[in-house]
């Protein structure tokens, strides 16, 4: 019976969730982070949990972990609230619905949108796996050999072992060595976003706000302004002493994410600029996009703190084929990343871990062969991913007026021919 050895690259939210999956199987892991240290770097807050990351948590975690994943997750009532500019409710939106709903293994009373805090979830992810999570490693490159794969990192450091998953995000250097030809593309959609203690701005909510998945209103340019309630259930801390010590959450207070965003062209400097400012100047550039709004979006972002306040550029992947693998795979944004305009992507990522992990221990147990393993797990993994990508980029396209996605460039063709298939075959 095989022993294997899988390298994981990126402590994000998906290498985690499958390392988490390998350790409770029993299968050697090892997780390389390029971050100097778990909290080296502010990773955002409220993250929007569907089903597809309930049912990833449940299948990966230990028991203690997941009900403390759920202790403190937010049930929000499941709505989007579109509301007007001065933020009176035009429509409430169920969130998802059962045309979209993925294939899942959802238990009965499991809940199907969770609102959570990211940092409270990756603290949980973490847990258990500090003495096999190598941080203040940067992954270069790997080769690949008939024995093993052998990652090199910045440091001239390697790590050897059976499998490499490339769980390391947008900017992935395993995709840029296995899918050279794999595009990220930016959408010409930029936003900020920061957070607002709950406390300091209850008394100026809208009533849903704080009940629903989401509220957001947006105005003729499709410049919108969205918020996101994170209000535990029980403080992270207590929840933590009670279910499970070992993971020491932190004390956490209730708040809201804002977000402010829309096309470059409304940003100063065609939208170069909010990469460069620091969390006030953010604040108040995102307070001036909404100028001539009535004063209620204003006022609530004026109670943010302002050192969280960030600027990011929506980029997203361009659909394509992956040709088969033997030892190299990836999961999550490094293969898949989309707009966050569905609130999907790190539930696609777990999803993905989930199912990989599946795949590992079904070779561990010598019920498949490796080869035959990943390349079943790719075509699910890319069938699912790619379609969600779509998904986000048509919404993102009507909603905020972000650029359709470019059609895929020859490579297509060039993968095909080198296998002697039609491309009609294909065709999308
Ligand atoms: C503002 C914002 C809001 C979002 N909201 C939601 C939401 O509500 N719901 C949702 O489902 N999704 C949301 N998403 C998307 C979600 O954050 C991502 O899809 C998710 O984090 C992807 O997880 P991942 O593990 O694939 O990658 P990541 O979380 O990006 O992790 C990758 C890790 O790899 C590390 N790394 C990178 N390069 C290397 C290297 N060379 N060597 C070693 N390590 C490396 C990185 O430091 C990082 O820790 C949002 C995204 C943004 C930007």
Redesign the pocket.
């Known amino acids: 019976m095989p022993k294997l050895k899988v390298i994981v690259?990126?402590?994000?939210?998906?290498?985690?969730?499958l390392a988490q999956m390998l350790r409770r199987a029993d299968i050697e892991v090892e997780i390389?982070?390029?971050?100097a240290g778990p909290w080296a770097?502010q990773?955002?807050y409220?993250?929007?949990?569907?089903r597809d990351?309930v049912n990833a948590l449940r299948e990966v975690l230990p028991d203690d972990l997941y009900r403390l994943f759920e202790a403190t997750a937010m049930r929000p009532l499941p709505f989007t609230t579109i509301v007007d500019t001065g933020l009176k409710e035009l429509r409430r939106m169920p969130s998802g619905g059962p045309d979209r709903a993925p294939r899942h293994w959802l238990a009965e009373g499991d809940p199907q949108h969770v609102?959570v805090d990211?940092t409270t979830l990756r603290h949980i992810l973490l847990t258990g796996l500090q003495d096999v999570c190598r941080f203040g490693?940067?992954?270069?490159r790997y080769e690949t050999d008939a024995e093993g794969v052998t990652a090199v990192?910045?440091d001239g450091s390697t790590a050897r072992g059976d499998i490499l998953v490339g769980?390391?995000?947008?900017?992935?250097?395993?995709r840029r060595q296995r899918l050279p030809e794999a595009r990220i593309v930016d959408t010409g959609v930029r936003?900020i976003?920061g957070r607002i203690p709950i406390e300091r701005v209850r008394h100026l909510l809208p009533g849903q706000v704080l009940g629903d998945v989401f509220t957001v209103a947006s105005d003729a340019r499709r410049v919108f302004f969205g918020l996101?309630p994170v209000v535990f259930p029980n403080r992270p801390d207590v929840a933590s002493g009670r279910i499970a010590p070992q993971a020491g959450l932190s004390s956490q207070e209730d708040y809201v994410v804002c977000?402010v965003g829309g096309r470059r062209e409304y940003f100063p400097g065609d939208g170069a600029m909010p990469r460069e400012a620091g969390g006030p100047a953010l604040q108040a550039l995102s307070i001036g996009m909404l100028d001539d709004w009535p004063e209620a979006a204003g006022t609530i972002l004026a109670h943010g703190d302002p050192s969280s306040f960030f600027a990011?550029e929506?980029h997203t992947s361009v659909p394509c084929d992956l040709e088969e693998t033997f030892r190299v795979t990836l999961?999550?944004?490094?293969i898949h990343?989309?707009t966050?305009t569905?609130?999907?992507?790190?539930?696609?990522?777990?999803r993905?871990?989930a199912l990989l992990g599946h795949a590992i221990v079904a070779v561990e147990r010598g019920e498949v062969g490796l080869a035959l393993a990943l390349n079943a797990y790719e075509r699910e993994m890319t069938d699912y991913g790619f379609s969600v990508v779509r998904e986000s980029a048509a919404m993102g396209q009507r909603l905020m007026g972000q650029d359709p996605l470019p059609a895929q460039r020859s490579h297509r063709v060039a993968f095909l021919k080198r296998r002697s298939l039609q491309p009609s075959v294909f065709l999308l």
Do not use: K, T, W
């Not at 409220?46 to 569907?50: A, E, T």
């Not at 490693?137 to 270069?140: K, Y």
């Not at 769980?167 to 395993?174: L, M, Q, T």
């Open positions: 690259v990126g402590a994000g939210l998906g290498g985690l969730c390389f982070e390029r971050d770097r990773q955002g409220r993250l929007h949990i569907d990351g609102n990211r490693a940067r992954m270069l990192f910045s769980a390391d995000g947008i900017r992935s250097a395993v936003a976003y996101g977000i990011i929506m999961l999550g944004d490094a990343v989309m966050p569905l609130g999907r992507g790190a539930n696609v990522a777990m993905d871990a």
